[in-house]
């Protein structure tokens, strides 16, 4: 700058130059900053280059410097500048800014320093812990984020930024009930926040408080009646309580405002199939998959449907899909050697099975592992802990390992057990369906629970009426077990295979002096397998003992949902996968009071022929 400019630069700005002291220097700092807040850049610069003029290491000039190259998105200059300052100076505001320009570069390694150093300067700061959790999320670090976002809250209770980031991430990581509470004080502090309402709303329906979820969902469309999200919440709210027609009107509204969208066709094609309108639903999903080839929810639920309906050779290629859907595949180990479908021969090598979705599908589909090992493989299998004493006597298994152990011996192929049947080409006409296919339980193990069970007087039946709270469709499979007083008046013995019963059902447990409750000895499914081989009959609704029983050969009866499960069919009271297995299905009503009066019947002609099975 030319002595000229330098007196031009600081006439304009009312600073006398006569006084070279660090007054001058100070008011050209103030008058460059002031320039800088109206917008005035080049000024601001001009005024801080007569400062540094007289003081090269005034570090406010320096950082004021390095936020005029900010805003001119010159970041190698603003990082090269506010460092100068930060040698000079280090304050928590120079280090804040050196972050965000380090992270507006890419450079999130060495931002998150930055925002580090700045909190360690001030840490009762709540904007800083809060930046050093952005910073955080940007090099990939959620938990540590939420730790600070969380502490953000504590030293300002009232932090909307701080909350509602915290509330995002906890929702991300499924931390649904700690989520919740961080979106109530962003709706506190913000009320009628769109955004807020609408995740708020997915949280509390992942809580299955539908109700609830309905409400903050409709709040959010009385905001945007424009918005296509809300309305698809609100269909798939309704459609979880059981509501489907409404559900419907609410999807065909999404749809109306964004006709394209792949994910509104596969809930309303969900809907459709919920009320059995299976055409309709197939062309939803036809065309959701027109739109979106790569929509891998979408293909899941086609295969599911197609499975359903009978459409085997479909239905196993969909399944595949699984595995571009994070919340299906995020637990399966990753490989490197290669999966086997089938294809290839795999006589003389060595293939690991290793289980992938829940206890009764490892069941279930642990009729293929004879098969594999029939075409010359050295078998290996990988299951849930407590099925490993179960299986582990499988035929063709040369090893089972439990889940548990992290360290696998070496093999050439995998195939994950849900996966053999593709394996297999399986259809319906070809399952194979010979039971028992599991190892007999132990003699020993049988006489103990023949022992703890006493004389064989009356028709023993054991019961199950819940399965895993988790499930989705949980609500629609599991029941109270007070409407089981429907049958336990008859002269039968009843035996309690419900493992870890929900609070209400343990206090009408512990009513109900007609059940034998022994359930705290069944350790593993092995001791389970011995005790349902004591029985007559098991009654159940559609959890993983369906799959034990049914396996073993036991006499079992199941209770379905009117929309069950694909491997139950429909329209049938018998199971191809199980020949011993008889279905019991929910009406169009969908109640399972009149299921309970025709098991009633069923049983009561049993007791009276004196029947055991």
Same mark, same amino acid.
């Not at 409709?218 to 509501?243: E, F, M, Q, T, W």
């Not at 994910?263 to 959701?288: P, Q």
């Not at 089938?342 to 206890?359: A, H, M, Q, R, S």
């Given at each position: ?63 004021? %410097? ?346 050439? %192929? ?148 009117? %929309? ?41 002609? %049993? ?7």
């Amino acid at each position: 700058m030319s002595r000229r400019e330098r007196r031009a630069a600081a006439k304009k700005a009312g600073v006398d130059l006569t006084s070279r002291g660090a007054g001058t220097v100070a008011a050209l700092y103030d008058a460059g900053l002031g320039h800088m807040q109206a917008g005035r850049h080049l000024d601001a610069q001009l005024c801080c280059r007569q400062a540094l003029a007289i003081d090269p290491n005034h570090a406010d000039t320096l950082h004021l %410097m390095g936020l005029l190259s900010f805003h001119a998105k010159q970041y190698d200059h603003a990082v090269e500048w506010i460092s100068r300052a930060i040698r000079q100076q280090p304050k928590a505001d120079y280090l804040t800014n050196l972050g965000t320009t380090l992270a507006n570069q890419g450079r999130h390694d060495e931002a998150l320093k930055a925002f580090d150093k700045a909190v360690q300067l001030d840490p009762l700061d709540a904007d800083l812990w809060r930046n050093l959790g952005n910073a955080l999320v940007d090099v990939e670090r959620p938990a540590d984020a939420i730790l600070s976002f969380q502490h953000a809250l504590k030293l300002n209770p009232r932090h909307w930024d701080a909350g509602n980031k915290a509330a995002l991430l906890l929702y991300r990581s499924e931390r649904l009930e700690e989520a919740l509470p961080c979106f109530n004080l962003c709706d506190e502090l913000q009320p009628d926040h769109f955004p807020t309402l609408l995740m708020r709303a997915l949280t509390l329906h992942k809580l299955k408080r539908l109700e609830e979820a309905l409400a903050d969902n409709k709040r959010a469309h009385a905001l945007d009646p424009a918005n296509a999200d809300a309305c698809n919440n609100i269909g798939n709210v309704l459609r979880s309580l059981g509501r489907n027609e409404e559900a419907l009107s609410w999807f065909d509204r999404s749809l109306a405002l964004r006709p394209d969208c792949a994910a509104t066709l596969a809930n309303k094609a969900v809907a459709l199939a919920e009320l059995r309108r299976f055409d309709e639903a197939f062309a939803a999903y036809h065309r959701a998959r027109a739109i979106d080839p790569h929509d891998a929810a979408a293909e899941w639920n086609l295969a599911l449907l197609q499975m359903l309906t009978g459409d085997f050779e479909a239905g196993w290629v969909g399944r595949e899909a699984r595995w571009r859907i994070p919340a299906l595949s995020v637990h399966y180990p990753k490989f490197s050697q290669p999966m086997w479908l089938g294809k290839e021969p795999i006589d003389g090598k060595t293939i690991l099975i290793n289980v992938d979705e829940g206890l009764g599908d490892t069941i279930q589909f642990a009729r293929y592992v004879p098969m594999v090992a029939g075409l010359g493989a050295r078998v290996i299998l990988a299951v849930q802990d407590a099925l490993c004493p179960l299986l582990s006597g499988l035929e063709g298994v040369s090893q089972c390992l439990p889940l548990s152990t992290s360290e696998r011996p070496a093999f050439d %192929m995998y195939c994950p057990v849900s996966s053999l049947p593709l394996a297999f080409g399986t259809k319906l006409e070809t399952i194979p369906s010979q039971t028992p296919y599991l190892p007999a339980p132990a003699q020993a193990r049988v006489q103990a629970w023949e022992d703890r069970l006493g004389p064989r007087d009356r028709l023993r039946v054991g019961l199950v009426w819940s399965g895993n709270p988790k499930h989705d469709n949980d609500h629609n499979r599991s029941i109270p077990l007070r409407m089981l007083a429907r049958i336990l008046d008859l002269d039968a013995s009843f035996v309690s295979l419900q493992k870890d019963p929900r609070p209400d059902d343990r206090a009408t447990l512990l009513e109900r002096t007609e059940i034998v409750d022994l359930t705290d000895r069944l350790t593993d499914f092995a001791e389970t397998a011995a005790l349902a081989s004591c029985l007559d009959l098991v009654i159940t609704v559609d959890t993983s003992i369906v799959h034990l029983a049914g396996a073993l050969g036991r006499p079992t009866w199941i209770l379905l949902p009117y %929309m069950p499960d694909y491997r139950w069919l429909l329209d049938r009271d018998d199971s191809p996968w199980y020949p011993t297995v008889r279905l019991f299905r929910q009406t169009a009503t969908r109640d399972y009071a009149s299921i309970l009066d025709s098991v009633r019947t069923e049983l009561l002609a %049993m007791v009276s022929a004196g029947k055991t099975c």
